[in-house]
């Protein structure tokens, strides 16, 4: 087999062979005509590779080593040399010059080969980092503390009592601690309790806008981006829930953990109180 492999019996038909392996040549093209080779389930023995031809005989890998290495294959001189020919000598003897370079491993994650700290950073990132379809928001009207805290609501991460027993956390109850008819959750403790739609209802009356129940943060964000303001009227609206959440959840804390029961009448005025501190620092309006 081995010795008509050499004179291409499979490949052209040669009529230097007998006519049974013409036939048989004959037959194996007509079954690769109709889907089935035969030929790729054939694997060169290499041997002392002096029968083996170093860049088109498939002896390594599932491509030839000229399809593989088409830039080092034009540079040899000898493009017959068989396996034994490029083992016993040096690999670039017959090339017609010496390769330039030398760089066999290069970065793929930009596309240039280049090493880049932020290709990494974004791989990291993408794999560690929890991800999700709302986009980050960022107010310049409030302080960094109360941003961090609505990234947080928006992406559910507040240890409210329904997260902290998804941790495995011990608590007493699942409870909304202000009204006591709910699960504490994110949704529930900042959109649907009783107090959270009382100060909702007080905001919308305060900015002369529609009243809307509301059961999340989604449900919140939808409606905010179908209210009509100015850029920067609508930048400081958001900066006022952004303080009504913190407060919310200030009040709620305090009740459970305070030495003494908040009040809860002062909290939409505390949440005006700061939002006009807060806002009118940074962005120069008054609030009537």
């Given at each position: 087999?081995?010795?008509?492999?050499?004179?291409?019996?499979?490949?052209?038909?040669?009529?230097?062979?007998?006519?049974?392996?013409?036939?048989?040549?004959?037959?194996?093209?007509?079954?690769?005509?109709?889907?089935?080779?035969?030929?790729?389930?054939?694997?060169?023995?290499?041997?002392?590779?002096?029968?083996?031809?170093?860049?088109?005989?498939?002896w390594v890998g599932d491509i030839a080593l000229c399809h593989l290495f088409p830039?080092?294959?034009?540079?040899?001189?000898?493009?017959?040399?068989?396996?034994?020919?490029?083992?016993?000598?040096?690999?670039?003897?017959?090339?017609?010059?010496?390769?330039?370079?030398?760089?066999?491993?290069?970065?793929?994650?930009?596309?240039?080969?280049?090493?880049?700290?932020?290709?990494i950073r974004q791989v990291l990132d993408e794999f560690f980092l929890p991800k999700?379809?709302?986009?980050?928001?960022?107010?310049?009207?409030?302080?960094?503390?109360?941003?961090?805290?609505?990234?947080?609501?928006?992406?559910?991460?507040?240890?409210?009592?329904?997260?902290?027993?998804?941790?495995?956390?011990?608590?007493?109850?699942?409870?909304?601690?202000?009204?006591?008819?709910?699960?504490?959750?994110?949704?529930?403790?900042?959109?649907?309790?009783?107090?959270?739609?009382?100060?909702?209802?007080?905001?919308?009356?305060?900015?002369?806008?529609?009243?809307?129940?509301?059961?999340?943060?989604?449900?919140?964000?939808?409606?905010?981006?179908?209210?009509?303001?100015?850029?920067?009227?609508?930048?400081?609206?958001?900066?006022?829930?952004?303080?009504?959440?913190?407060?919310?959840?200030?009040?709620?804390?305090?009740?459970?953990?305070?030495?003494?029961?908040?009040?809860?009448?002062?909290?939409?005025?505390?949440?005006?109180?700061?939002?006009?501190?807060?806002?009118?620092?940074?962005?120069?309006?008054?609030?009537?």
């Amino acid at each position: 087999m081995d010795k008509y492999r050499s004179k291409q019996v499979f490949t052209n038909g040669s009529s230097s062979c007998s006519s049974t392996w013409k036939s048989i040549a004959r037959e194996v093209h007509a079954l690769k005509a109709q889907g089935v080779d035969l030929l790729s389930h054939c694997r060169i023995r290499v041997g002392n590779g002096n029968r083996t031809s170093f860049w088109t005989d498939l002896w390594v890998g599932d491509i030839a080593l000229c399809h593989l290495f088409p830039r080092a294959f034009a540079l040899e001189y000898v493009k017959n040399a068989t396996v034994a020919d490029k083992i016993n000598g040096s690999l670039q003897d017959s090339f017609r010059r010496n390769p330039r370079g030398g760089i066999e491993e290069y970065q793929d994650m930009n596309g240039d080969g280049t090493f880049s700290v932020k290709d990494i950073r974004q791989v990291l990132d993408e794999f560690f980092l929890p991800k999700t379809e709302i986009a980050t928001r960022w107010v310049k009207y409030v302080p960094i503390k109360l941003n961090v805290f609505a990234w947080m609501v928006s992406l559910d991460r507040l240890p409210t009592r329904s997260n902290l027993v998804h941790r495995n956390v011990s608590v007493p109850s699942l409870l909304c601690p202000i009204c006591l008819n709910a699960t504490e959750d994110i949704s529930h403790v900042l959109f649907s309790c009783p107090l959270s739609v009382d100060v909702f209802r007080l905001i919308c009356s305060w900015w002369d806008l529609t009243w809307t129940p509301l059961g999340s943060y989604l449900d919140w964000l939808t409606w905010f981006k179908s209210v009509w303001l100015n850029v920067k009227l609508k930048g400081v609206l958001e900066g006022v829930f952004y303080v009504s959440w913190w407060y919310i959840w200030s009040y709620m804390n305090k009740l459970m953990f305070g030495d003494h029961t908040p009040r809860k009448d002062v909290i939409f005025d505390d949440i005006v109180t700061f939002s006009f501190n807060w806002c009118h620092s940074r962005c120069r309006i008054s609030f009537s």
